[in-house]
């Protein structure tokens, strides 16, 4: 199975501020890597497919990169409503497996 | 717009089986791929299972292989997952996704979620 290994597991930042949350992959995934937005009580929300393509509807301060094994989720400034959990995922093969998730909190 | 909605979620006692549904509409149901994703209280995602858009493919984790079957009716916009054997470790919101090809688990749309309780 392929893990996910998400960091940090937590990260305290202001509104405004440029966050960078880094996801790697135990083993070559190319670039078949999701990330999502989860807020308390809620469904998951798709942000990123591809590594690096934005989902349709999702701001633009938002964005991925990387391949093979290590990833990163950029979200360039800051808003209210970015204070979430995100989780990536690998879905270059079965089991799918997601990253324990990164809890990002208001400063 | 896309909208899935799950349903069937409850309490029940270990041991004991139970059926969750998936409606789905605003989309061509069957040219893509579904899968449920399970989160138990205070952790984190969990993909559980995945069906083709043709139904002909699955893939099931091992902590559900042999248990639960996923399945899916076409001609009624549904997925489905049956769960047998239940036991307190399946207790958790369980999610279905869609995927964004015919095949395969990258999500792009998810439901709302219902939750299941196994507890004596």
């Known amino acids: 199975d392929i893990q996910m290994t998400q960091s940090p597991s937590s990260l305290s930042a202001s509104v405004g501020d440029r966050v960078t949350i880094t996801c790697r992959a135990s083993q070559g995934i190319s670039n078949y890597l999701a990330w999502f937005q989860q807020k308390p009580g809620k469904a998951p929300k798709s942000l990123i497919y591809a590594a690096s393509s934005l989902q349709s509807g999702v701001p633009s301060n938002f964005s991925g990169s990387g391949s093979g094994t290590d990833f990163t989720l950029t979200i360039s400034s800051l808003q209210p409503e970015d204070f979430a959990t995100y989780y990536c995922q690998q879905y270059n093969s079965y089991p799918i497996t997601f990253g324990q998730g990164t809890r990002l909190e208001i400063k | ?120």
């Open chain 2, 1 to 120: 717009e896309v909208q899935l909605l799950e349903s069937g979620g409850g309490l029940v006692q270990p041991g004991e089986s139970l059926r969750l549904s998936c409606a789905a509409s605003g989309f061509t149901f069957s040219n893509y791929a579904m899968s449920w994703v399970r989160q138990a209280p205070g952790k984190g995602l969990e993909w559980v299972s995945t069906i083709s858009g043709g139904g002909g493919t699955t893939h099931y984790a091992d902590s559900v292989k042999g248990r639960f079957t996923i399945s899916r009716d076409n001609s009624k916009n549904t997925l489905y997952l049956q769960m047998n054997s239940l036991r307190a470790d399946d207790t958790a919101v369980y999610y279905c996704a869609k995927s964004a090809m015919v095949r395969g688990a990258n999500f792009d749309n998810w439901g709302q979620g219902t939750l299941v309780t196994v507890s004596s």
